[in-house]
């Protein structure tokens, strides 16, 4: 099992930065990738991925703008937000992917509001 709590939502004016966090617990050493999403209204879609060797990848409508990082110390992924407009506004959800025996199994944290104001 995996267990994601994300902090670090809230209320930003346009141009601003927030740093979400999401604390990992359980079994960290069977997480394949790690990623934050994000939900307006319509779909989830992926904001940022990192593996645990460091490999990152963005959705292109943050590319610059956003950061995804890790502290293996601290058991965290962050995802720096910067230049944020109201279009970043959404619910953002952290998600593991963990493999047990060549089945992969997702994990999602609760989520977290970020509402950024024009």
């Known amino acids: 099992q995996v267990q994601l709590v994300e902090s670090g939502g809230g209320l930003v004016q346009a141009g601003g930065s927030l740093r979400l966090s999401c604390a990992v617990s359980g079994n960290i050493d069977e997480i394949k990738s790690m990623g934050w999403y994000r939900q307006a209204p319509g779909p989830r879609e992926l904001v940022a991925g990192i593996t645990p060797g460091g490999i990152t990848n963005y959705a292109d409508s943050v590319k610059g703008r956003f950061t995804i990082s890790r502290d293996n110390a601290k058991n965290t992924v962050y995802l720096q937000m910067n230049t944020l407009t109201p279009e970043d506004t959404a619910v953002y959800y952290c998600?593991?992917?963990?493999?047990?025996?060549?089945?992969?199994?997702?994990?999602w944290g609760q989520g977290t509001q970020v509402t950024v104001s024009s």
């Open positions: 998600k593991a992917v963990r493999l047990w025996y060549g089945v992969t199994y997702d994990y």
